[in-house]
């Protein structure tokens, strides 16, 4: 009966690490960088929203910020036989903004 030994290879176990460092390193430049980046976008743009702007929930609904508070926007979404619709929206609910209240005067103003 033969024994087999398993020789180690010089250097121990850094080998092993030079790869899983480079692996970390794309995940960090190519996943969690740019998710962060993202997120912070976001944050601004919730904390820049107005009366005026237009927006659509994370829900799908589209509608015009009539009212917000700390962490509630109030949207009007409708109007049905001169009854406006209006709901209330936690604005972290707030997906993106199609048109800000500034751009939309700017553009009146150009006319």
Known sequence: METV???TQPGGGLGFLVPFGAMLL???FLLIRPQS???????????ALGKGDRVVTSGGI??????????VLT???ATLKGERVRVKVDRA????????AA???????ES
């Not at 589209?62 to 962490?71: A, F, I, P, T």
């Open 103 to 109: 751009e939309k005067s700017d553009e009146k103003g």
């Open 75 to 77: 949207l009007e979404i």
């Open 26 to 28: 794309i995940f960090y």
């Open 37 to 47: 980046k993202r997120q912070r976008e976001h944050e601004k743009m919730l904390a």
């Open 5 to 7: 030994w398993l020789q």
């Open 62 to 71: 589209h509608g015009l910020v009539v009212g917000s508070e700390k962490d």
């Open 93 to 100: 609910r707030i997906d993106r903004r199609i048109e800000a």
